[in-house]
């Protein structure tokens, strides 16, 4: 009997923005508990909420990006439980009524020949504010509680329960990461907290119609801990229903050192909550001259700026995708193609993805501190495309301009490592029609064997020339000369 999956997630995106989503208490992180909250944030009493702008117009971004309907009217609701990290005892959130409504993502799910485009329907996107935190560090055999995050602005968004491989789930997350990154309406910052992924998930065995019973893994902060999260779900209620179980519904926590989840809680329903429309807080009514001045600041989106890369220098979707995986990627990919031609757009792309994308990897570095620019990675392209350097070379200069070996020389920095170094690729063909004769003088039964129909030889033979040539003779000219002579 085969099993189908299927994923639901919400993410919780913190809006980056100056102060709170109801107070002007700051939202920086890291500061010393309890200094960055306000009467508001504490709910002593008496206090009122007043409706951070920017926080709503970032969510007016985001719906209009993902093109979905921005509610010309929403309203802000109470959704009440009990939590020491929650001094009113209610948080304020939205519920009959979020300012973002429909919407979808679309993005490709695996490489090469098993790659396909996905699209994924959004249900909602809702304005609410964020908990405090329980702090059980500090004190011995005490908790305390740190109110500095409690009204931190979040856009809670939600999917359709369409995804159907922790494969999928992780595109999509990874896919709406770099779009709320890339509209600036979140920093991103997964470690921090200021994205976070809830997975529901549920089983059924293939043909079934009706969903399975769900369980919902809660904050999970990276797409590693969110794919094996899914992972361990998946394994976990198919083992259950085939022991002649049944999936319980509950909210459950993801361990990353056992790999294992544990129930926290049987699922509550929303009539739990209680929810009712906040009375200190007006409907949020936004106009269509309020929606058209947010449309106008907004950037260019990956998914227009990925299909002109496809168009405008001919790169497959997948290579369009990588290198505008974030907005510095695509100035990047930008600035040095714009320095060297179209055509060699491709070649941009592919040191992108391979030499930069490894080095960065390694150093633990992102791509706004790559040591070597969009307009250097171009200049040294343009050496290999003059055949000054062969491809192995070039890997050299690149790994020397990436140290910042004569980073004082600027655009002539290419010039002097090549120099000094003495790399120049050897491309005088008499050069290297010398060392041609030398190789095959020095292996006349080598080059017998070849004659004889041994075509092997060829490679050995071309090794020994570009090894005589310490690695600088163009390989293009070796290949072409030998097998003159050979045939000669
Ligand atoms: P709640 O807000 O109480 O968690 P919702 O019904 O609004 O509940 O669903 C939340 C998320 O769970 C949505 O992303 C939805 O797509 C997903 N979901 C709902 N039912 C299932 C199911 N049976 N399997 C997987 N995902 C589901
Ligand atoms: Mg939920």
């Not at 990874?174 to 309406?185: D, F, N, P, Q, Y």
């Not at 544990?262 to 009712?276: G, I, Q, S, W």
Request: with cysteine.
């Amino acid at each position: 009997m085969s099993w189908e999956v299927v994923i639901g997630l919400e993410t919780h995106a913190q809006l980056s923005t100056v102060s709170k989503i109801f107070s002007g208490a700051p939202t920086a992180y890291g500061a010393e508990p309890n200094t960055q909250s306000c009467p508001v944030d504490l709910a002593l009493p008496g206090v009122l909420p007043v409706l951070n702008k920017t926080a709503v117009e970032k969510a007016i971004m985001f719906g209009l990006a993902i093109d979905a309907q921005v509610a010309p009217v929403s309203v802000f609701a109470r959704k009440n439980y009990f939590y020491p990290d929650l001094p009113k005892g209610y948080q304020i959130s939205q519920f009959e009524l979020p300012v973002v409504i429909g919407g979808t993502l679309s993005f490709n799910v695996g490489e090469g020949d098993k790659a396909y485009r996905k699209t994924v329907q959004l249900t909602r996107a809702h304005l609410e504010e964020d908990a405090g935190k329980s702090v059980h560090e500090l004190f011995d055999n005490e908790s305390g509680i740190d109110l500095n995050r409690a009204g931190t602005p979040l856009l809670e968004i939600v999917t359709e329960p369409v995804m159907y491989s922790a494969a999928e789930a992780v595109a999509y997350a990874k896919t709406l990461h770099a779009l709320v990154v890339w509209l600036g309406v979140c920093d991103g910052n997964m470690q921090e907290g200021s994205f976070r992924c809830d997975a529901n998930v549920s089983v059924r065995r293939v043909g079934q119609t009706e969903l399975g019973t769900r369980r919902e893994v809660k904050n999970l902060n990276s797409f590693k801990f969110l794919e094996d999260a899914i992972n361990y779900e998946i394994n976990e209620q198919i083992r259950i229903i085939e022991d002649g179980g049944a999936v319980q519904q509950a909210t459950v926590l993801f361990d990353p050192n056992s790999g294992q989840t544990r129930v926290m809680r049987t699922k509550e329903d929303a009539h739990d909550y209680r929810y009712f429309p906040d009375p200190d807080l007006a409907p949020l009514v936004i106009s269509d001259e309020w929606k058209a001045q947010v449309q106008a600041t907004m950037p260019e989106l990956p998914a227009q700026l990925q299909s002109r890369f496809v168009e405008q220098y001919g790169l497959s979707t997948y290579d369009a995708e990588q290198v505008s995986v974030s907005k510095a990627h695509a100035e990047y990919f930008e600035t040095a193609v714009g320095a060297m031609s179209q055509s060699d757009a491709k070649m941009v792309a592919n040191w992108m993805m391979s030499d930069i994308a490894a080095t960065l990897n390694k150093e633990g570095l992102e791509l706004t501190n790559c040591p070597v620019s969009a307009t250097r990675l171009a200049q040294l392209l343009a050496k290999i495309q003059d055949n000054t350097l062969s491809n192995k070379l070039a890997k050299e200069v690149f790994g020397a301009v990436w140290a910042g070996e004569h980073a004082d020389k600027n655009d002539a920095q290419i010039d002097a490592i090549i120099e000094t170094r003495g790399l120049k690729q050897v491309s005088d063909s008499g050069a290297i029609e010398a060392i041609v004769n030398e190789v095959m003088n020095a292996n006349a039964a080598v080059v017998e064997e070849y004659r004889a129909g041994k075509e092997k030889s060829f490679g050995f033979l071309v090794g020994q020339v570009m090894r005589a040539s310490k690695g600088k003779a163009n390989p293009a000219q070796v290949n072409d000369i030998l097998l003159a002579k050979l045939k000669g």
